[in-house]
């Protein structure tokens, strides 16, 4: 739910200027859909994997689609299409699996995260960087 606050908030920042965070803002959305549905409704673990599964095919794709977006030199876009591989990875991975129940999945989801946080974190910078500099 955080990374869906963080995102939405980013997203609506950035869109005061022009409308071009609209994946952003939609990737937000939906980690806090996800987030309530967790929080919300307890779920077995088969089906807290689903949704984490679902979460990382639909931030894969939007982050994606971000980076479409961006210019192809710049670092940011390269980490942006990287940690949407890792989502849609994460997702096809969880699918795939028959007992995701397994402990061991906690620990790829928390590589995943750990990756994950901080690919975001260097295109952000990179971003930041670009922005401030133009």
Do not use: H, N, Q
């Amino acid at each position: 739910m955080l990374d869906g606050a963080w995102a939405v908030a980013s997203a609506l920042w950035v869109s005061r200027k022009s409308f071009a965070m609209w994946p952003v803002l939609f990737e937000g959305a939906a980690s806090l859909g996800v987030g309530w549905v967790a929080l919300g409704w307890p779920l077995v673990p088969r089906d807290a994997v689903r949704a984490i599964a679902v979460w990382g095919l639909l931030t894969g794709v939007l982050e994606l689609v971000a980076a479409a977006r961006l210019p192809r030199k710049s670092a940011g876009y390269w980490l942006l299409v990287t940690g949407g591989v890792f989502s849609l990875f994460l997702a096809v991975l969880l699918l795939m699996l028959p007992y995701a129940v397994d402990p061991s999945i906690t620990w790829a989801v928390g590589v995943y995260a750990l990756c994950f946080g901080a690919l975001l974190t260097g295109a952000a910078i990179s971003l930041r960087k670009a922005l401030t500099s133009s």
